[in-house]
């Protein structure tokens, strides 16, 4: 038995696999750096203090973390697979990472769910999630599948899932919708974790009585703060995009707040960023550098999240705890020197291979036949036209004349975009003009669409268009360029669509080819050339966006016909 | 629904019962004092703001704090029924206590732990439950029952219970137990409590190893500090005997320990004591007088154990959460003004009545027949005396010749004490020797007696001691003076023969004037006359003790024959 082996490991019988001997290790539980060796047996820390055992370390003069941990990531922002992200995530210190596979279940719904579900058992870090609470996010477009409080309650058991994920739909709990209400009562004993950007008073306060537990949309202390106060976990987030960590951790610095109820994570954070800086541990050195004491920065880090998510056994260097260690140099720099998962140093750990997926997730492009006059749209007097803005998510809506939008078109200030239902095969599909791309001679298209994943395509012809979206049903999704009718540059994106089959060393520098033959067609340098196009299908971001229904006023909440 | 009643009235559509105006909060997640409303519908917190309610309190200058939470109490030990001590609880500011229902248990086994589990339901705190996970305490006595893991994981899903109880047999699982590693695998994933008073070193990392999530035995700060190093949530105890309070807080200031995996108890207390200065009130006013931030204090004594025992919406003063509050004038008396229960001024509350338990709980008193000559005892050359201490609750191990024996017999310095099995009339009963009791003419006996609570008895002829315990069969147990064959006092403890059924206010003064009879008989006045006679018979203290099958030499763990 194994608790036995424990046990008489933790007697120090001389029987445990791994010793880290002298170390300087955080305790998180009280607060202190302490001096020991750290025994390991059966990949748990069974002991600290004096031991021996069959291998050991002698780590005197370095410090050990517990395994950091990334309160909440949607992977597949990185375009990786769950077993390629785990490795980078673990790379860089973390152990455990609470996932939303909410990208992927609005591709795929339940198999995409029951198939991460899967890969969290294979995934080398623990691999936990939260089950999507908004697919479809929206009613204005067409995903792939609709997850009803029902058959996200099949999923309750699975040993993975801790409770429902972001609740975006902050409008209808208020409103009182059913659906929604059944989803957070489906959900009442486990966590629900929150999404409520700007979120203040009475209608922060009911949203947290409607039964959530976590954000992490705060932006700002202030928001932070309202948050914590009226009893939410605050998740700090530190993405890609969005970077909140510095003006919240400022505010708690300054006001020396209670941090017990705050955690780190990235929500979205590209494969390259990860690579570089890491995900916490990056959050860690840049809260210390803003003056936070270390020990609480790692706290932050590591058991927080724990009790925020009910963990047990994780995040702490304790007795009978998962021998989730990072090893490094000094409480400034934070340099790793090595990390342990369950005790094996991550070193020995092989690389994923050979993974499979069911191959309904495999066949991710779907779409009604397209004929050559798909995407033609009728130049009015007046014709709306998403308005890109350098550097920012939100567009703006424009109106042009049949004059200003001719000449935008054969100025190549103007062009076409078109939305493509791609799970089904319904046909749908709407077109509209856009302005603020770039001059481009072809096409830019992604299967990867905020939330619905769809198609998008962009282009100053019908035809390349129509070719991109027919190049992207041959690779099974990812992203294309065209241009005369010719594949110009792509990514392939298998997986749903959305997520890579390579390791990161080959899919990060593939990644970089096709964004810079992006912008050799010609598009603007200041926005990026997929992930802009990916949020321009997503019908909640101010103003005008574009759906497989058609071009749709975010203010206005309807479409413009 | 009830969820759209708390949304609506979050939203301020003038639905709430009750708004405390104008509170300074003590906020426990933040660390802060903040000025605001309090809104409470159905029952819980659904607002902190600008509220209006259909009543309104002003509150001006006073501070609302979460109601306390006692993280480890043995309700038996203050001899009042679970419905009593609930409310004496709550009007010092108590609204959750986490139970262990040990002494019990060891009586009437399954059936007691059903009826506590239904007692649960109607007491005014929010009543949780660790199951035994000791019964019997020990092998060397005959308790009522025997609870094996089996038994136990029946309880596991009844809302009220938490996990595995208190686990004092620390050498079985270092030792590798069997029956002990079934109860642990068990419950591994709920809460198991531990019991290792000076556990230290590798045997202690052994014994957190083996599962172990808490500990309430610490009696100094490295004890305390060695075991909150080692991954323990450490319950910091002050009961009517065991006072850790001062000797851990103390420490905890000074080093500027971490207070999160700090929680208070009392394990036993005196119904008497509580009355008078409260449960963890009073270790929170102590540890502020201390010196502790009262801030901290107040976390250490709400959200804390909420945190350590996985309670949700408990702890807190936040939306969504049980509005459970006490109303006090300030941070340094902590005089409490008014406490509420799920929003219901405890002045509303109704006195419990009618309490109706399960009859075989109420018939605790069950011996054979006990004829003229059970408590004969032949006189030996060397006779084993158990030597109580004056106000200690350990004995010595005493020898008397022949001479200083019947000496001591006849000048009433040495007494006669026996343990007759009251359970299952099994005929077990041992009898001894004792001295320190007291000069007394009479018998005195209780059915309060640790662990397995068979009828202890002491006296100074057999008469008296047989009559004792008849007596106590006649009354359905509890406390009985007697002397030539008349009743000098009685107490009457018919709820498996440990806890009266009557109010604190009787209950009391009833205690109180048994005691003073027996102090009138002659017991020495160092010493508790009821309590340090519950103790002799608990073979795990040292050195000398008595169970129904003879005298037992706890130093060297054998029957002295």
Known sequence: MKKEKLIRAALSDGSCELVLKNANIINVFTGEITQGDIAVSNGIIVGIGKYRGKKEIDIKGKYVAPGFINAHVHVESSMSMPEIYSMEELRQGTTTIITDPHEIANVGGMTAIAEILKAADRAAVNYFVMLPSCVPATSFEHSGAELDARQLSYFKNDPHVLGLGEMMNAVGVLALDKDILEKLDTFSEMIIDGHNPLGTGNELNAYITAGIHTDHESISYNEAIEKLRAGLAVLVREGSASKNLEAIMKGIIKNNIDTTNLAFCTDDKHLADICKDGTILYCIKKSVQLGLDPIKAVQIGTIN??????????????????????????????????????????????????????????????????????????????????????????????????????????????????????????????????????????????????DSHNIVVIGDNDSDMIFACEQLRRIGGGYVIISDGNVIGELPLPLGGLMSLKPARELIPELDSVIRKAYNLGVNKNIDPFITLSFMALPVIPELRITDSGVFDVTKFEFIR
Chains 1, 2 share one sequence.
């Open 305 to 450: 999240a724990a009790r925020i998510y009910g963990l047990k056994r994780i995040g702490a260097i304790g007795c009978g705890y998962h021998a989730d260690m990072v090893v490094f140099d000094d409480l400034e720099n934070f340099n790793i020197i090595d990390v342990y998962k369950d005790g094996v140093n991550i070193r020995d750990i092989p690389e994923p291979k050979n993974i499979r997926y069911n191959s309904s997730l495999l066949c991710p492009v779907n779409f009604a036949p397209l004929d050559e006059k798909a995407f033609d749209i009728p130049v009015k007097d007046q014709n709306a036209v998403i308005g890109i803005v350098d550097r920012q998510i939100i567009t703006q809506k424009l109106f042009y004349t049949r004059e200003q939008l001719e000449k935008g078109l054969s100025d190549g200030s103007v062009n076409k975009i078109a939305v493509v239902e791609r799970h089904n095969a319904t046909g749908f599909h709407g077109t509209g003009y856009i302005s603020g791309y770039g001059n481009i001679h072809g096409a830019v298209a992604s299967t990867v669409a905020h």
